[in-house]
């Protein structure tokens, strides 16, 4: 699997896709530098990331990234969603295009679920809607 990185504006998105690894390494960490917004996944039963092993926590934990759009959101994963709730905020978004600039982005890890499934999260969990 690859990481992507991408500049824009001043603002790091690293995208994990189906990251499966249980930490990263000092050069991948050199590499990437400091992520202003990460794409990952919370719950992939391809890559064995669930809320049981932790896998996608303590990469983001890792990174401290200010935003995480969590991806492979399988419609049975509310313990997945609840168990990031405990470490992080919160926003969604019924909408699946957001736009993100770097002032708007907040002071601390905090998770933007997007479209029908943050739509379907975000009132089950009572999250507050997203400014993006």
Request: glycine residues 6%; hydrophobic residues 40%.
């Amino acid at each position: 699997d690859y990481i992507y990185l991408v500049e824009m504006d001043g603002v790091r998105i690293a995208h994990f896709g189906d990251f499966g690894q249980t930490a990263l390494t000092e050069a991948q960490l050199a590499a990437l530098g400091r992520v202003d917004v990460l794409i990952t996944q919370l719950d992939n039963p391809y890559s064995s990331v669930d809320a049981t092993n932790h896998l996608a926590y303590d990469l983001i934990d890792q990174l401290c990234p200010r935003l995480v759009i969590p991806t492979h959101m399988l419609t049975d994963s509310t313990a997945d969603v609840a168990l990031a709730l405990e470490r992080w905020p919160a926003l969604y978004s019924p909408n699946r295009q957001v736009r993100i600039r770097s002032d708007q982005l907040p002071g601390r890890t905090t998770l933007l679920f997007l479209g029908t499934r943050g739509a379907g999260l975000g009132p089950y969990l009572e999250l507050p809607v997203s400014p993006y």
